[in-house]
T-cell receptor, first 109, second 112 residues
Framework: EDKVVQSPLSLVVHEGDTVTLNCSYE??????LLWYKQEKKAPTFLFML????IEKKSGRLSSILDKKELFSILNITATQTGDSAVYLC?????????FGAGTRLTVKP | NAGVTQTPKFQVLKTGQSMTLQCAQD?????MSWYRQDPGMGLRLIHY???????DQGEVPNGYNVSRSTTEDFPLRLLSAAPSQTSVYFC???????????FGPGTRLTVT
């Protein structure tokens, strides 16, 4: 059965820290892996990864995919309180999209 | 562009009642989907559509029906509501299958 596992489930850090969020997956016919940020409402898109080893960056956030080892990481450097959210990883398998349970990140001032 | 819109924002149903959650997008996206999100869990795919007239089941389809008569609209019907369907429901659309999805604001449904 297809599955997506995120770790840790929750994380508390202080402003300025660097965090690494993990996403491992087992799916047939992998097509893409996506990261979303969810604050109190709808998820918002961060990155889409389809090729191994190519880092995607946006400001203090970056992500990379390893298709051989079946995982992805999301890095956030110099965290800010505004980074507090649930970060969701989703893997697309043909027409099906499987989400992990998410990592709840809390950034304390 | 309004993006993805959902109505209603909140709904309370009694067990056994039926209702339709509305979803519309104005981005001419072919792919649309419905998810439910329960506490401590990620989103679970209920049904999806790759274009007008084409729908298919996702991970948790039981108790729900969908149809896609136009590119813009993708309503979700609860046939006979059960307390287990208490959840937050998100509609999403994307230009292509597996691409970046745009989410609606969600509908919080409570079944008593």
């Amino acid at each position: 059965e297809d599955k997506v596992v995120q770790s840790p489930l929750s994380l508390v850090v202080h402003e300025g820290d660097t965090v690494t969020l993990n996403c491992s997956y087992e799916v047939t016919n992998f097509r893409s892996l996506l990261w979303y940020k969810q604050e109190k409402k709808a998820p918002t898109f961060l990155f889409m990864l389809t090729s191994s080893g190519i880092e995607k960056k946006s400001g203090r956030l970056s992500s990379i995919l390893d298709k051989k080892e079946l995982f992805s990481i999301l890095n956030i450097t110099a965290t800010q309180t505004g980074d507090s959210a649930v970060y969701l990883c989703a893997v697309h398998n043909n027409n099906d999209m499987r989400f992990g349970a998410g990592t709840r990140l809390t950034v304390k001032p | 562009n309004a993006g993805v819109t959902q109505t209603p924002k909140f709904q309370v149903l009694k067990t056994g009642q039926s209702m339709t959650l509305q979803c519309a997008q104005d981005m001419n996206h072919e792919y649309m989907s419905w998810y439910r999100q329960d506490p401590g869990m990620g989103l679970r795919l209920i049904h999806y559509s790759v274009g007008a007239g084409i729908t298919d089941q996702g991970e948790v389809p039981n108790g729900y029906n969908v149809s896609r008569s136009t590119t813009e609209d993708f309503p979700l019907r609860l046939l006979s509501a059960a307390p287990s369907q208490t959840s937050v429901y998100f509609c999403a659309s994307s230009y292509s299958t597996g691409g970046r999805q745009y989410f609606g604001p969600g509908t919080r449904l409570t079944v008593t």
